[in-house]
């Protein structure tokens, strides 16, 4: 036999389904003069009719029982006499066991005037008035203080609501530490539609059971956590009653009531405050799946603008960051940065570049979730970072988990009086209260403005999954492409042959005659030549005509190319095993083109500058951009070889190389594919040279409107 502490709190009888009895508390032994071995394992059939004073009862009772063996109802709540009291039975089917509570009914209705304060839950404005939760609670129990208290995901809690009858410490507003809700009293909570403890000063009484798997977590007898008695003696609680809230399933917080005099609470009563908690607590979850809460028309209206920028632009990033503005505002943000693939752009009141890209490797290592909030993330944080952090608190949204794509907010810190617990068993109660300043610590954000980045992620969501089909297609056509140019190379090794074979005879025949040929068979050799020239220019420009119209359909887009050049330097660094070569840049504005393209612009004439300097002394390379009328020019000077003035005419010319360029390996064709590849982008490429001091390649991109305004501001390098 096993024994157990529970409440002194009416009494409990667990059977097992054949209506024998397994557990019983001891407070049953003594109104039947028993002891608990002689009735564990009795038949309720004979030990019931001893506490049940009718037979009507009696006969109530195992009907429900039979029932309750032979199938899973729902649990069962009845009225019956008991040693001359009326005592309400709730009996519960869990698994294997039959649980049997049994209070006394001290009331047998609720009075009209209890009810008056619940009229708000019927109406359709409703939404976020738990004050007036609290209120109709307390219209019912006349309790002290109720109160409405939400735990943050960091475990911290801070008081939203309050009824309080003035004769106790006010506690709206108040902020708890984590110790004041640990994971035991979350749990306990959890296992119940509410929990209650009538009287503290009660002494607990004895359980027996004979069965290991007896579980009575769920039933009102069962203790609460010893943090949580220390703590209601501490401040002088002598009676309790808390309901817990979930909103989508997640527990959320509490409505707790106290009171300083030892209290009795029927449990008609108890039900109804249930009932207004659990449909407060509905109608709160409501307005926040519908979006109701707190959003207004400025939000929708900026969820229609997200999506007309989604709709206008290839890639997200670019709606996104064209909606900074937006995004800092909609979500009360000090600050705002978003990172893609090592691209940087900031709002507001934000930490520097090198210490963001701290932050997002952070995330990127401890976080799996898709959205990540701490408003105390300095506090809890700090040590994991190389400078002090500029903010207190930061909401992450990682739009893609398969990419590196994030947007974070940041707040500033707000100084707060945190109740901070400290347990010792060497104190009168074995706790102590401390009000604490706290600094390291933002306002947390709210539900109102979590719905917002939960509106923001099914659209991205949307989009993102739009964007893949045309990435589909996109996939599709440029294999098409790639198909065709196949089909252009197998032509031009085809199509090729016989006018260079018809120039190859022309030129032997001519090389025969060592200039012994008559002006009649020179003109129509000439002539032939010419023609098989003619021939070989119309097949090229025909091909170039196709793949030119071709490559036109693919998309073009906003480019930032704050990352990427400097990757393409650093990569083109490591090829050349050119350590020394000081880099430098200035502005580095995005373009409008195509990602790859400008990858192979850059990637080209990057590599030039470092190849071409690396034996200089001291190899410099300088790369900046600016705004010029209708272009966007990009400057990439060295201080290399530079270009003979005799070359420069040609120098775009296919397989074309300088003359002094010997030494170097190379093909000749990298600047006439930049020069193709900027023309297709509407673009136009120029060089300047000097031998022996340098060359600045200089590359015009058309300016468009479609750039974002804060692309183009977050250019200055740091």
Not at 23 to 29: E, M, P, R, V
Not at 483 to 490: A, D, H, Q, S
Not at 619 to 634: G, L, R
Not at 668 to 680: D, H, M, N, Q, T
Request: charged share 25%; hydrophobic share 40%.
């Amino acid at each position: 036999m096993e024994t157990t502490n529970i409440q002194k709190f009416g009494h409990l009888i667990v059977l097992d389904l054949n209506l024998k009895i397994v557990g019983i508390s001891s407070s049953i032994l003594d109104r039947v003069a028993l002891k608990a071995e002689n009735l564990l394992q009795s038949s309720a059939l004979e030990v019931f009719p001893k506490l049940l004073k009718t037979q009507s009862d009696f006969k109530k009772v195992i009907k429900i029982l039979e029932n309750f063996v032979k199938e899973n109802p729902p649990r069962s709540l009845i009225t019956v006499k008991i040693l001359q009291k009326s005592y309400y039975l709730k009996i519960t089917k869990v698994n294997s066991f039959i649980y049997i509570e049994a209070e006394q009914q001290y009331r047998k209705h609720i009075s009209s005037s209890e009810l008056n304060d619940i009229g708000f839950l019927f109406e359709n404005k409703y939404s976020t008035q738990w004050d007036l939760v609290c209120k109709a609670l307390n219209n019912i129990i006349h309790f002290d203080r109720v109160f409405v208290l939400q735990v943050q995901d960091t475990g911290n809690c801070n008081v939203i609501a309050e009824y309080n009858n003035g004769n106790v410490e006010d506690f709206k507003h108040k902020q708890f530490a984590k110790e004041y809700m640990p994971e035991e009293v979350i749990q306990h909570h959890q296992d119940s539609p509410y929990r209650y403890i009538p009287n503290m000063e009660a002494d607990f009484e004895e359980f027996h059971s004979i069965e290991d798997n007896i579980d009575i977590n769920f039933t009102q007898t069962v203790c609460p956590p010893e943090i949580k008695l220390k703590y209601f003696n501490f401040i002088h609680v002598k009676s309790s009653l808390s309901f817990p809230l979930f909103l989508q399933g997640k527990f959320w917080g509490l409505v707790i009531a106290h009171n300083m005099q030892k209290t009795h609470v029927d449990l008609q009563q108890r039900k109804i405050c249930t009932f207004i908690v659990q449909n407060a607590m509905s109608k709160y979850e409501t307005f926040i799946k519908q979006g109701l809460l707190d959003i207004n028309l400025q939000v929708q209206n900026f969820q229609n603008i997200l999506l007309d920028r989604l709709a206008r632009h290839k890639t997200i990033n670019c709606a996104l960051v064209e909606s900074m503005d937006s995004l800092q505002n909609m979500l009360k943000a000090d600050g705002l940065a978003i990172y893609n693939e090592g691209e940087v752009y900031f709002k507001g009141h934000t930490p520097s570049t090198d210490l963001f890209l701290e932050i997002v490797a952070y995330l990127k290592a401890n976080e799996k979730r898709t959205i990540f909030k701490d408003h105390n993330f300095k506090r809890n944080q700090k040590q994991n970072f190389s400078t002090e952090l500029p903010f207190a608190g930061i909401l992450a949204y990682n739009i893609d988990l398969k990419s590196d794509h994030y947007i974070i907010w940041f707040r500033n810190q707000t100084v707060i009086v945190e109740t901070q617990l400290e347990y010792n068993d060497s104190l009168p109660y074995g706790i102590q209260s401390i009000e604490k300043k706290i600094y390291d610590s933002a306002l947390p954000w709210n539900d109102a403005e979590l719905n917002l980045l939960t509106g923001l992620q099914n659209t991205l969501n949307h989009s993102i999954k739009q964007k893949l089909l045309e990435n589909k297609d996109l996939a599709k056509n440029l294999a098409e492409l790639n198909n065709e140019l196949e089909m252009f190379t197998y032509s031009l090794s085809h199509d090729l042959k016989n006018p260079l074979s018809v120039l190859k005879m022309g030129i032997d025949f001519l090389k025969s005659k060592n200039g012994n040929i008559d002006d009649r068979q020179k003109e129509k050799w000439f002539s032939t030549i010419s023609l098989g020239l003619q021939n070989i220019q119309d097949i090229i420009d025909n091909i170039i005509t196709v793949s030119h119209d071709k490559v036109k359909k693919i998309a073009k887009d906003s480019i930032p190319l704050q990352f990427l050049v400097r990757k393409i330097a650093e990569e083109s660094k490591l090829a050349y095993q050119d350590v020394n070569c000081e880099i430098t840049y200035g502005n580095l504005l995005p373009i409008w083109g195509e990602k790859s393209a400008a990858y192979q612009i850059f990637t080209n004439v990057i590599s030039n500058a470092i190849k071409y300097s690396q034996y200089s002394a001291s190899p410099k390379i300088h790369i900046e951009s600016v705004i010029m009328d209708k272009w966007i020019q990009y400057k990439i000077s060295d201080n290399g070889i530079g270009i003979p003035a005799q070359d420069l005419t040609h120098i775009f010319e296919m397989f074309t190389r300088a003359k002094n360029v010997d030494n170097y390996n190379g093909s000749g064709i990298g600047l006439s594919l930049v020069k193709r590849i900027i023309e297709r982008l509407d673009g136009e490429i120029e060089i300047q040279s000097e031998e022996g001091k340098g060359t600045t390649v200089i590359m015009h991109f058309p300016l468009e409107k479609g750039l974002p305004q804060v692309m183009m501001d977050a250019t200055a390098t740091e």
